[in-house]
């Protein structure tokens, strides 16, 4: 299909194409929804044409984040915690992304869709929290409207060099097609070393919930860091004896506790990558006995923790 057909393809069914584009996208398919509302922009004549894919893409947005905002609300943090798994990168855990959503709020929803990985998380958060619908939809109509509209803007002002660049591509449809292969494989290795770089924090040495227990008991001094992420505690209440804390303000947590003393670090992330990075920026900066949990709140449980 040359240029030519592409833009009638694209011009006679522009609603659907962009509203599906933009629906399976924020689902979570690797589908790039940007590109396709650069060229949709590119081909609006009027304001009117416009104006009505702006809108199609605003609704399949939000019915995309209503979705995971019901997810949230029915099953929890468990949603989250599933997003977690599904990370390439486990260092990337969804407590540190609810963290920030809950400093921010609302206001979080309205970037969303321009931060990556954000946009996915931050509905079902909403929804975990109970936080009211209307509010919601409203933030997320918002931040739906501002990120479409700013592609849609950028096609139509730049509509000689998008169009050039879809000829470009339908003329050289196997380079192209290479160079994307290339491009996504370059993403996918970063990723993949980013895994790896992971991989080579997770020797630090660990603590068995057994041996946390038996440590607990014996009244040695010990600070157990809780962090699970606020949607987790607040479904299944604190840990006895546990301080919580966040990432980003996880020296406030510390607080003034001896770097000599024990310090311990738990979550309910894939792989305990929370607690260990925890753990090592805590060595980092001089604490000499900091060990994440083996198994973390998972084994908790499992053990009989509370």
Known sequence: MDAAQLSQTLQQDALWIVFLNVLLQQIGLPVPAVPTLLFAGSLAATPGQFGKLLAAAMVASM???WVWYRAGQLFGYRVLSGLCR?????????SQTEARFLRWGLKSLVVAKFLPGFAIVAPPIAGALRMKLLGFLAAAGVGAGLWAGLALLLGQLFH???QQ???????EGERAALAVVVVVGLWLAWKFWQKYRFRQTCGLPHISVEELMQLRRSGQPLLLLD??????????GPIDGGTVAEHDRLFDAVGTWPKEQAIVTLCACPEDAGAIQAANRLREAGYLSVRPVKGGYEAWVQAGGN
């Open 86 to 94: 599904l990370s390439i990168n486990p260092g990337s855990c969804v």
């Open 63 to 65: 019915i995309a984040d």
């Open 160 to 162: 000689d060099s998008v």
């Open 227 to 236: 962090l699970r992420g606020a949607t987790m505690v607040r479904e299944t």
């Open 165 to 171: 660049v879809v000829a470009l591509l339908s003329a």
